[in-house]
């Protein structure tokens, strides 16, 4: 079992930035595919962006040019900058992470709200 702990979250005001983190509680294990994901009250999870072992990003269309995700191999750490934050970004922010021969394990969620 992997548990993943998320950081990062908070209130910010639109055009702000914020960074999440996410990470694994023991690392015995190697992960090959990671990823965000948020979830806006009243709507269905949604992926924010993916990122491969090898470094290839995927990003929504909403967040494309404003987050970065970034992945750090030897911390099995994924993080997500996120810049120029709207209103419409406010949501429960979740990691996901694939364990190389393994299952896919989410995050707790890490709430991000923005707003003036």
């Known amino acids: 079992q992997v548990q993943l702990v998320e950081t990062g979250g908070g209130l910010v005001q639109p055009g702000g930035s914020l960074r999440l983190s996410c990470a694994p509680t023991t690392d015995n294990f190697r992960i090959n595919y990671m990823g965000w994901y948020r979830q806006a009250p009243g709507k269905q999870r949604e992926s924010v962006a993916l990122i491969t072992s090898g470094g290839i990003a995927n990003y929504a269309d909403s967040v494309k040019g404003r987050f970065t995700i970034s992945r750090d191999n030897g911390k099995n750490t994924v993080y997500l900058q996120m810049n120029s934050l709207k209103p419409e970004d406010t949501a429960v922010y979740y990691c996901?992470?694939?364990?190389?021969?393994?299952?896919?394990?989410w995050g707790q969620g890490t709430q991000v709200t923005v707003s003036s």
């Open positions: 996901n992470v694939k364990v190389l021969g393994g299952s896919y394990y």
